[in-house]
């Protein structure tokens, strides 16, 4: 059976990998995990039906160490869930009497790059065009800006799942380092 299950840490629920249907199921039929959402599919056999879940918990938390991400713009946006650190404006809010789109948001360096900034996960967060451009070559508190929330280097998996390759079912367990949630 094809498809993808999002396995979630024991007790903290933080995801930890994306597993294949069969995994998952191996999972919780040995014990290990157990069902969080299902996808309204059905595993049949010939003595039971399974529902296919899409996405697990293990039942015990492991200890998982970071593992660094490598730097991206598209990563930087959804780090920061498409919301301006500066003034907190999303795709969908009214900026100027229209909605704001993804396309509205930018890269900002907190240390501007004319003053050494460098593409770091911890130097670059989302902004909107109006903030950004308010900031301009200043940091933060120059520009009379506060960040809403700290910068962080997100853990590997988070990027892969949070740029859009899992399913809505997926969007309420995850939550990016970093983020402003």
């Not at 007790?11 to 998952?24: G, H, T």
């Not at 039942?59 to 650190?85: E, F, Q």
């Not at 301009?136 to 740029?163: C, F, H, N, Q």
Request: hydrophobic share 35%.
């Amino acid at each position: 059976m094809q498809g993808r299950v999002l396995l979630l840490n024991g007790s903290s629920w933080e995801p930890l990998a994306v597993v294949s249907v069969p995994r998952a199921i191996n999972l919780v039929l040995a014990g290990k995990a157990v069902i969080v959402e299902e996808t309204g599919r059905f595993l049949r056999t010939v003595g039971a039906n399974f529902p296919v879940p899409s996405v697990i918990a293990l039942r015990t938390y492991i200890n998982v160490p970071r593992r660094k991400a490598h730097w991206s713009r598209k990563g930087v946006l959804a780090r920061d869930n498409y919301t301006c650190i500066y003034c907190g404006v999303r795709p969908g809010d009214i900026v100027r009497g229209r909605p704001l789109t993804k396309a509205d948001l930018t890269v900002d360096h907190i240390l501007p790059r004319s003053r050494g900034g460098k593409d770091t996960w911890t130097n670059t967060v989302c902004a909107c065009y109006q903030c950004n451009h308010r900031k301009g070559d200043k940091m933060p508190g120059e520009a009379g800006l506060r960040m809403l929330w700290e910068p962080k280097t997100p853990r590997t998996s988070y990027l892969v799942i949070a740029v859009g390759t899992g399913p809505d079912a997926w969007k309420h367990y995850i939550e990016v380092a970093g983020s402003n949630g």
